[in-house]
């Protein structure tokens, strides 16, 4: 499994953008990196999902260099809603090998 | 629909006793998953079903864990007998059948269980 490493926690003051990198330095050919969000006491919910380049839906951006080693979630104008773990997970989909969690980014958003 | 409905939300239970943990998942969804969240380990990923087949039990800990699936709505994880340990926040999640692979997974809120 390819292993990913996330900071432990930022903090942020809200309305300013947010960028959480992860690194993925053994990811196979056909890995793709999912990223997922959990508050306190919830599930963790699906954000975004990119294989490279650039994937952005309404919540969130995510950023593949061309070596995929590495990829960043970026959310635009955090607000204290925000302050969740977010993980960043590596894999082909196959053999639920995409669903490991790491340790995950705990994001506290300050007012 | 409803999402990955689980029940119960809080099990309080004592030491040695029986806890079966239940969950309902997303009509539709080929996959479902039971995770394990504490401090300590973060989420587990305990066992996976795929078309009410266990694909992978490797995840759980020990023997006094089972978890069946006995349609595609409905799968039980059951702890006998309970230790504190095994006090976690348990969750289940399901995943729609995309290519072949496993794409997003839904998850359910979670039962928050309390061995004493």
């Known amino acids: 499994l390819a292993k990913t490493t996330q900071p432990i926690s930022m903090d942020s003051y809200e309305g300013q953008e947010v960028n959480i990198t992860c690194s993925h330095n053994n990811i196979a050919t056909n890995d793709y990196i999912t990223w997922y969000q959990q508050f306190p006491s919830q599930g963790p919910r699906f954000i975004i999902q990119g294989y490279k380049t650039k994937v952005t839906n309404e919540v969130a951006s995510l950023f593949i260099p061309a070596d995929r080693k590495s990829s960043t979630l970026s959310l635009p104008r955090v607000s204290l809603s925000d302050t969740a773990v977010y993980y960043c997970?590596?894999?082909?989909?196959?053999?639920?090998?995409?669903?490991?969690f790491g340790t995950g980014t705990r994001l506290t958003v300050i007012p | 629909d409803a999402g990955v409905i689980q029940s119960p939300r809080h099990e309080v239970t004592e030491m040695g006793q029986e806890v079966t943990l239940r969950c309902k998942p997303i009509?539709?969804?080929?996959?479902l998953f039971w995770y394990r969240q504490t401090m300590m380990r973060g989420l587990e990923l305990l066992i996976y079903f795929n078309n009410n087949v266990p694909i992978d039990d490797s995840g759980m800990p020990e023997d006094r864990f089972s978890a069946k699936m006995p349609n595609a709505s409905f799968s039980t994880l059951k702890i006998q007998p309970s230790e504190p340990r095994d006090s976690a926040v348990y969750f289940c999640a399901s995943s729609p059948h995309r290519d072949r692979t496993i794409s997003e997974a839904f998850f359910g809120q979670g039962t928050r269980l309390t061995v004493v």
């Open positions: 009509s539709g969804h080929d996959y």
């Open positions: 997970l590596v894999g082909d989909g196959r053999g639920a090998n995409n669903l490991f």
